[in-house]
């Protein structure tokens, strides 16, 4: 049984709170890399054909092959079409990241009272 005193309690939750927002950041980092990707690759339909079969990964050989080849079929417009719903999409999740955040500044605040206290 842990014996830690309330301080050290809340001390853990706060840092398991700072871990879990900073995974949060990551994330939204990774996101906005990515939209920002596509942004400058918009007209590079190589770059963003190989973007597509990797997103696409079918494990196989025959299916990622045939994909790649009606890929290519497609029109510009229609490529221009999915890299918008891909980025319209990534910014969905962007925004949506948000609510997973901890705002635990009144836990510091508690915290750092607790201390004092025990001290």
């Known amino acids: 049984m842990y ?26 980092r990774k996101i906005i890399n990515e939209i920002n990707w596509l942004y400058k690759n918009y007209d590079d339909m190589n770059a963003i054909s190989a973007y597509r079969l990797n997103l696409a990964n079918f494990n196989n050989t025959a299916a990622n092959l045939l994909y790649r080849q009606q890929f290519r079929s497609y029109s510009v417009e229609k490529i221009h079409n999915l890299v918008e719903l891909r980025a319209n999409f990534l910014y969905g999740q962007l925004k949506n990241l948000d609510n997973y955040k901890i705002d635990n500044k009144p836990l510091k605040v508690i915290i750092q009272e607790l201390k004092k206290i025990v001290q």
């Open 3 to 28: 014996h830690g005193t309330h301080s050290n309690i809340l001390n853990n939750t706060d840092k398991v709170s700072d871990l879990n927002n900073f995974f949060i950041d990551f994330q939204k």
